[in-house]
């Protein structure tokens, strides 16, 4: 997975609830992701109150941008685009 790139993370619940996370990251997205399962893996009820969510399914990058402000904004652009499902 690439560095410098907007992402979308599909948050499930319950095998039911989804939600998507839109986001930006300048490091290594894999590492990112990573660090997220570990999160929730170690501690499942503290994530599940947080977020309401205990597992994560489908990871897109939306767009790449080298220059932090361009990613800014960019995200800002496709946040309002995502839909969350109950």
Request: glycine share 4%; net charge positive; aromatic share 4%.
């Amino acid at each position: 997975m690439s560095h410098n790139v907007i992402h979308k993370i599909q948050y499930i619940h319950d095998d039911c609830v989804t939600h998507h996370y839109v986001g930006q990251i300048g490091r290594i997205l894999k590492a990112r992701i990573s660090k997220r399962k570990n999160h929730i893996n170690w501690n499942q009820s503290l994530v599940t109150t947080e977020i309401g969510m205990n597992s994560i399914g489908n990871i897109k990058i939306l767009d790449e941008k080298k220059i932090l402000n361009k990613r800014l904004i960019s995200e800002m652009i496709f946040i309002p685009k995502q839909k969350n499902t109950a």
